[in-house]
């Protein structure tokens, strides 16, 4: 009983990703280049396809800042998967460091989500809810809560801490 009750799930699940792929198909792309750096878990750095370098901040996710506690494996997480790889971005708008917020799609796939399903950063709540669309939101909410279930990456430690409340802390 309880197998047939994780295989509907999991099937449920498996039919919510490939809903969640056919969107970011269908995503408008802004541009596309090859990742020349990942700074952090949620910082990179793009040369397009015109020559120019975009310094981008991985949207609606926060991973840990390096200083704190899975932060060099949230990079290492992103580095090994995107480094030197083309990728098509989705721009959203600048923050207050002049970054360039956007959604990264790696061969169809959802980095961003990638990184939250793969335990590497968080869903960024107090921004995605004013700023993301439903549907992603629904989707990063929904693969938040499996990883956290699984203990993926950062969800191994009990004491994880949200980069938001480790940056609120400092100095």
């Avoid at 750095?45 to 200083?67: F, N, W």
């Avoid at 938040?144 to 938001?164: D, E, I, K, M």
């Amino acid at each position: 009983m309880l197998c047939s009750a994780l295989l509907s799930a999991q099937t449920k699940w498996d039919t919510v990703k490939t809903a969640a792929q056919n969107v970011v198909t269908a995503l408008r792309i802004d541009y596309s280049g090859k990742v020349l750096s990942v700074h952090d878990g949620d910082t990179l750095r793009v040369r397009d396809d015109k020559g120019y370098t975009h310094k981008i901040r991985l949207a609606y996710i926060d991973a840990p800042e390096l200083q704190q506690a899975g932060g060099f494996a949230a990079r290492d997480a992103l580095r090994g998967k995107v480094q030197g790889k083309r990728v098509d971005v989705v721009y959203f708008g600048k923050d207050q460091y002049q970054r360039e917020i956007a959604k990264i799609v790696l061969n169809k796939e959802d980095i961003n989500a990638w990184l939250i399903e793969n335990g590497w950063a968080w869903h960024y709540k107090s921004i995605a809810k004013r700023e993301q669309n439903d549907w992603d939101y629904a989707v990063y909410q929904r693969i938040q809560t499996q990883a956290q279930a699984a203990r993926a990456g950062l969800w191994q430690s009990n004491q994880a801490v949200p980069p938001w409340q480790f940056r609120h802390r400092q100095p």
